[in-house]
């Protein structure tokens, strides 16, 4: 049974979704995630990572020994700084050559390949737009070195004006031609940067963490229009982030990476609700997912102050196990109320801070068994600081991981609600 | 008021030379600090009496020749000492800068003897291409620059499909544009000042530059200062038309770049 989560964490994105242990999926022609990376309908399609290796120095920047990146995806490459995902980028576009390894796109062998030869483009943290040239220099420049370079096949100049007017005007930047880059504001040198990477219809759409140079405000709305683009263009993107909310929300497919390895490939809400191990339980999600070390008694997992029935063998007597649930799961069982009937954990606290954040508020609370945080609905009576209070999570919504390596145990009770 | 008084006391002696310039021989010693009477006779006799012309020209040639040279091997040099990360890279810098510490006239010998052998004697050659051997400075103020611009840059270029020719002329030359003209006028202005190795190479009255030429004039002439004055006020002009046509040129430069 181990064997299943060996797979999540060494294979990547090969999740055998629908063998799942505990799926209670019953048709087999209709797979529970279909945008899951391993269920696309060719393989071949879209990028591939094949044993790819980079180290600088002694440091292994990235190690994936597979990693596939489907045709028309927007597959978010997530993880916290030093994770290796902008290495892995990088690789993609050839800007690094793997030290070991192959880089595939479309099923063709492209690790020898230089960039400007791959079919891809590429969007840059700073936008790097070139500020010796205006906003129309900019976008054509691909286009004009595609000129220069094939005389006879390459664009005129004609049809470089009018691209480039046609990538202006899907980015809503015309008007804006003859300003130079120091000339815009942050939201607009993103919608440069945009056009040039997709003037020249690239197949492939590098997006280097392009959102975190821009006001939060701002950023709200460029998520929704990364979203729109890939629609119009239909390319492939692939997006790196360090920011997991941005990942869950705009990706159809997700990697976490953590110390240069996939930590687990999947849909947003795969990930979200099967946490591979407890690296991804506490990088996905905010405020992240609560952890506690736990030990079966033969009913239940107990540790002072937190009762888990999970409602299988999984709490054999002596049984050592991290047990999480997020914050938003938990309901407050009011002192003279009953605790809900049916498999569930309950844990008592005394409320330390409230943190206020409009529809909600995140209780965070100490007890025996350390801190631990839950929120709740602002419009409910909001509990004030050193209150005692008890907070019950249903079965369905329990996590657990193995107490030595962290990884999700088949036998959580969590991978339940799925099915 | 302090910065007033430093150009009055560094342009003194400047003015007294170029007021004495126009004195007559037998006034030259005037404490007046107005040429009066004022006469041309000294510009008249340098023109007649020395190949000012041609001294100008030859000092020109080797000063823009050495600083096109000079920019032609450093530009890459310093773009490879920033983004090409080679084995070796910091021996290259420790030697740039010793080379840069180390003074001129230790390698006049070597120079002058293999300017000789190869013929170099009283040719533009010979005051040119061994100027070369000072590019340590150039390449080192360069580098910084170059440190300067963002990657990214380069690398957008490349995924845009430029080579690495082309990145170099369409991206970071148009950027270095600038300091380009900041160390070519430097260059420029070392190399016109040069006076012992353009003595050495081109001792020939029609060969020199024109700082070896004031020299050769004066010991010719003797005490003879107005027509002597006369010929080093000539001399500078050129320096400082191009220094004020440079000046505005980096300004512009610096402006148009839209780097800050």
């Known amino acids: ?419 | 008021m302090v910065l007033l008084g430093t150009v009055l006391i560094m342009i003194f002696p400047l003015l007294w030379a170029l007021t004495t310039s126009f004195k007559p021989a037998n006034n030259i010693y005037s404490t007046n600090p107005l040429p009066l009477p004022a006469t041309l006779g000294n510009y008249r006799f340098t023109f007649a009496e020395f190949p000012i012309a041609r001294l100008l020209l030859n000092t020109f040639v080797m000063a823009s020749g050495a600083t096109l040279l000079q920019l032609v091997v450093s530009v890459p040099a310093a773009y490879a000492l920033v983004r090409l990360r080679t084995r070796g890279q910091g021996l290259v810098l420790v030697a740039l800068t010793v080379a840069l510490v180390v003074p001129a006239q230790a390698l006049i010998i070597p120079h002058f003897l293999l300017a000789t052998r190869l013929e170099w004697r009283n040719t533009y050659l010979g005051l040119v291409v061994p100027q070369l051997a000072t590019s340590a400075l150039a390449v080192l103020l360069l580098r910084e620059h170059v440190r300067k611009l963002p990657p990214t840059l380069a690398s957008a270029a490349i995924l845009d499909g430029a080579t690495a020719w082309e990145v170099l002329r369409f991206i970071v030359l148009p950027l270095l544009r600038p300091s380009l003209a900041a160390v070519g006028i430097i260059v420029f202005i070392n190399t016109w000042n040069e006076y012992l190795w353009p003595s050495l190479i081109a001792p020939g009255r029609e060969n020199t530059t024109i700082q070896v030429g004031l020299a050769l004039f004066g010991n010719q002439e003797g005490q003879d200062f107005g027509p002597l004055l006369a010929a080093a006020m000539i001399s500078t002009l050129p320096i400082v038309a191009v220094y004020m046509f440079a000046s505005r040129r980096i300004a512009d430069a610096f402006l148009q770049s839209g780097l800050r």
Not at chain 1, 303 to 329: C, F, H, I, K, M
């Open chain 1, 1 to 419: 049974m181990t064997s299943m989560t060996d797979q999540v964490l060494d294979a990547g994105p090969r999740i055998p979704a629908g063998s799942r242990p505990g799926s209670q999926d019953g048709s087999p022609d209709e797979p529970p995630f279909a945008g899951s990376p391993s269920l696309s309908a060719d393989d071949s399609r879209g990028i591939r990572l094949d044993g790819v290796v980079k180290s600088y120095g002694s440091h292994t920047a990235l190690d994936t020994p597979v990693l596939h990146v489907p045709e028309g995806s927007l597959t978010v490459f997530v993880g916290p700084s030093g994770c290796g995902k902008s290495t892995a980028l990088r690789v993609i576009a050839g800007l690094e050559s793997p030290d070991r390894g192959r880089v595939l796109i479309d099923g063709a062998d492209v690790t020898s390949h230089p960039p400007g030869a791959r079919d891809l483009s590429m969007v840059f943290q700073d936008f790097a737009l070139y500020p010796h040239m205006t906003v129309e220099q900019n976008i054509g420049f691909s286009l004009r070195l595609e000129a220069r370079h094939n005389r006879r096949k390459g664009p005129t100049r004609a049809q470089i004006a009018e691209r480039v007017r046609d990538a202006c005007s899907l980015l809503r930047i015309d008007g804006l031609e003859k300003r130079r880059p120091a000339q815009l504001s942050g939201g607009e040198r993103q919608r440069v940067g945009l056009a040039r990477a997709i003037v020249r219809r690239p197949s492939v759409l590098l997006l280097d963490e392009p959102l975190s140079a821009l006001d939060a405000q701002l950023r709200q709305h460029a998520r929704a229009e990364l979203v729109r683009l890939r629609r119009e263009v239909g390319a492939t993107m692939l997006l790196v982030t360090h920011d997991q909310l941005e990942a869950l929300s705009m990706g159809t497919h997700l990697v976490v990476l953590n110390s240069g390895k996939v930590a687990q490939a999947g849909t947003p809400v795969d990930v979200y609700q099967r946490p591979a191990s407890t690296f991804v339980a506490a990088f996905v999600g905010s405020p992240s997912m609560n952890l506690h070390p736990v030990r079966g008694d033969g009913v239940a997992f107990v540790t002072p102050g937190l009762r888990a029935t999970v409602g299988n063998a999984a709490s054999d007597s002596g049984r050592q196990a991290l047990l999480g649930w997020r914050p938003g799961e938990g309901r407050l069982i009011g002192a003279d109320s009953d605790v809900p009937n049916g498999p569930g954990m309950l844990i008592e606290g005394v409320v330390d801070v409230v943190e206020f954040t409009g529809d909600g508020v995140i209780v965070n609370c100490r007890s025996e068994l350390g801190r631990w945080a839950v929120v709740l609905p602002a419009h409910d009576c909001v509990p004030a600081a050193d209150e005692r209070l008890r907070v019950h999570v249903p079965a369905s919504r329990l996590h657990l991981f193995d107490a030595a390596g962290g990884r999700r145990l088949p036998d959580a009770p969590g991978d339940n609600i799925l099915g």
